[in-house]
């Protein structure tokens, strides 16, 4: 049988399959949307000019090493697309390398890991077939280019690359500038390019730190105190004065789950009888703020009031940073203060990072006894959880700040069949089906920690504050999820699915209720200071207590998205919130707290990467 009878250079072949291979998975298997035809010509576009870029460096090559090139680039370059890929399944998104150096926590992603990875993914492999094939077979599959027409096969990459850039700037201005939205960027330059992109960030950001002043910091700081931190102390300052603080960080929770029902039983019974009590406080448009680092995000955000970075965790590039954190100001106000996760504590890298803000106890998986009976998921239950971590909070000095973060419904939402107390639901997503159970089991947990509180005596003396972390079904099941909430699911749609549980229940307080401003993990630290007293004059911070008459107004995410009392703005667009619509363009009504928005991100950036607090005296 005669292969490649034409003699088209494998290069060539190799550049144009693997092209249209990348193409197809950029539209069909990571979904990327698209708007326009501009955006379908890039899409389609890019990846065939990313792969001539790499494909004809063999030319270069003697022929016998081409071949070799050629098989090990579609190799490596399909490994690096289907890596990306099943981390975009899990967290629409694509990795950075501040991700890559959390590889540590992939140890324990093994089952969710397996759920991520699909049969048709085995097609993927039908290009590298054909490159191999070819290089062995074809007898002109080589090249042997003079000087100029290597130079000239090599100019064609160049001219592909520039009309690439031009077409993004085109469709997408300052698309490097305000880069953040990795999905933009993928769409518009390709998956390859932005992992050199993302090379490029950062050896900009290490080198951030290096050459930062304490210059820096006073703009900032006047930014901080103008226009984020509350004027004056709201009626609320105080209320829970010396009590405890129990705060559980639930995980993967959202507020779709809250008052919903699969087959007439209710998903989240406990959770739902205690927002309606006269001694909880629950916030319905509390929006979670986290990026890549996702849990840790959480926490960085609650703990400093600060934004996550766009790129990896802040817990594991920037750990040893000086902060003003949570704790460290509790401590200084006699708290004894504590974190109980069942998980190891190296993951996320909690274990350098609380040491360094200053928790005085970290409670990880050494501190509990994991059985098969309890035991499954991620770790040990949260019922089990909760009950184990009683006696150690019994032996606190009082008054404490304790967090916890449970694992029970976190993704693949995995739980024994006898332990489930509601059925799955039924749509095309296993992910959501699965995910109501594991809601109930954390809905069932959270009475009963509830009940051993009050058994052991600390619940009176306690203000018990419970948040979900980050959002728990990605969009990549938007389909299914559009189904159950009966919307299709747009930029709207999709930016109120990031809203997240947050109740504050104070025992004995009876002004409690359902609050519908607009509030964020930005908000905590300020909010739960103020709720207990704590006055700290020269603390900064881009979150604004909850209860103020005079907070700034607006929730900004990582990726320029933001949602204000009268807007929602993402992907670009500006929603009313109240209705949903589209505003005019031309009206630009979102423009002002766009401003605001970047500046925000900017400075929370600045921050972090030149660790500019150590340039602060927050004493």
């Not at 090990?72 to 890596?83: D, P, Q, R």
């Not at 991100?601 to 660790?611: A, C, F, H, V």
């Amino acid at each position: 049988m005669q292969f490649n009878k034409f003699r088209v250079p494998l290069f060539v072949i190799a550049s144009f399959l693997f092209g249209l291979k990348t193409y197809f998975m950029y539209r069909f298997m990571f979904g990327l949307t698209i708007e326009n035809l501009m955006q379908e010509f890039i899409l389609f576009i890019n990846p065939l000019a990313s792969a001539y870029l790499v494909f004809a460096i063999s030319v270069w090559l003697k022929p016998k090493n081409q071949m070799r090139y050629l098989r090990w680039t579609a190799v490596i370059g399909t490994l690096i697309l289907y890596l990306n890929l099943v981390f975009y399944r899990n967290f629409t998104d694509f990795i950075t390398i501040p991700v890559l150096f959390q590889g540590n926590n992939a140890a324990d992603l093994t089952s969710s890991i397996f759920t991520l990875i699909h049969f048709e993914d085995f097609l993927l492999i039908l290009d590298i077939i054909v490159i191999w094939w070819i290089s062995f077979k074809s007898p002109h599959a080589s090249v042997h280019f003079n000087k100029h027409s290597k130079i000239a096969a090599t100019a064609v990459t160049f001219l592909l690359l520039a009309g690439n850039v031009v077409l993004a700037e085109i469709e997408r201005p300052m698309l490097f500038v305000r880069a953040f939205d990795r999905e933009y960027i993928v769409k518009n330059i390709g998956i390859y390019n932005y992992h050199i992109y993302d090379a490029t960030m950062q050896t900009k950001t290490k080198a951030q730190r290096a050459f930062a002043d304490s210059s820096e910091i006073s703009g900032i700081e006047s930014y901080m105190k103008e226009e984020t931190g509350s004027k004056e102390d709201s009626d609320m300052f105080g209320v829970a004065e010396d009590k405890n603080v129990i705060f559980v960080s639930i995980e993967s929770f959202q507020n779709y789950l809250l008052d919903s029902d699969i087959n007439g039983t209710e998903t989240t019974p406990f959770l739902n009888d205690l927002k309606e009590r006269e001694d909880t406080i629950w916030f319905e448009n509390f929006y979670h703020q986290t990026a890549q680092g996702k849990t840790s995000d959480s926490e960085f955000i609650v703990e400093n009031s600060l934004y996550p970075l766009d790129r990896g965790s802040v817990y594991f590039t920037h750990a040893q940073n000086e902060y003003n954190a949570l704790p460290e100001i509790l401590n200084k106000n006699e708290y004894e203060t504590s974190v109980f996760h069942a998980n190891n504590k190296s993951f996320w890298n909690r274990d350098v990072m609380y040491d360094n803000i200053e928790y005085d106890e970290f409670h990880g998986d050494e501190s509990y006894e994991e059985t098969e009976e309890n035991s499954f998921g991620w770790g040990l239950e949260d019922k089990a959880f909760f009950e184990q971590s009683i006696p150690y909070l019994e032996e606190q000095e009082q008054p404490f700040y304790s967090k916890f973060i449970t694992l029970t419904h976190h993704f693949p939402f995995e739980l024994p069949e006898e332990k489930a107390n509601i059925d799955k639901h039924d749509s095309g997503s296993q992910t959501l089906n699965d995910s109501f159970q594991t809601a109930r089991y954390t809905d069932e947990s959270l009475e009963l920690f509830f009940e051993e509180l009050k058994e052991s005596g600390l619940y009176e003396d306690s203000i018990i504050v419970l948040m979900g972390d980050h959002y728990g079904i990605s969009e990549y099941h938007n389909k299914a999820m559009g189904e159950f909430i009966g919307e299709e699911i747009d930029g709207y749609e999709h930016m109120q699915l990031q809203r997240v549980p947050f109740m504050i229940h104070i025992p004995g307080y009876e002004g409690g209720g359902k609050r519908e401003e607009v509030v964020g993990q930005i908000d905590v630290k300020p909010t739960l200071l103020n709720l207990l007293g704590i006055k700290d004059e020269n603390d900064l911070t881009f979150g604004s207590d909850m209860f103020s008459d005079d907070r700034k107004g607006f929730i900004a995410m990582r990726d320029g998205s933001f949602v204000s009392e009268d807007y929602i703005y993402t992907d670009s667009i500006c929603y009313d919130r109240e209705t949903g619509e589209e505003v005019d363009p031309e009206e630009e009504a979102c423009a002002p707290v766009r401003e605001n928005v970047d500046q925000e991100l900017q400075y929370s950036n600045d921050i972090i990467y030149g660790d500019l607090f150590r340039f602060y005296d927050f004493n």
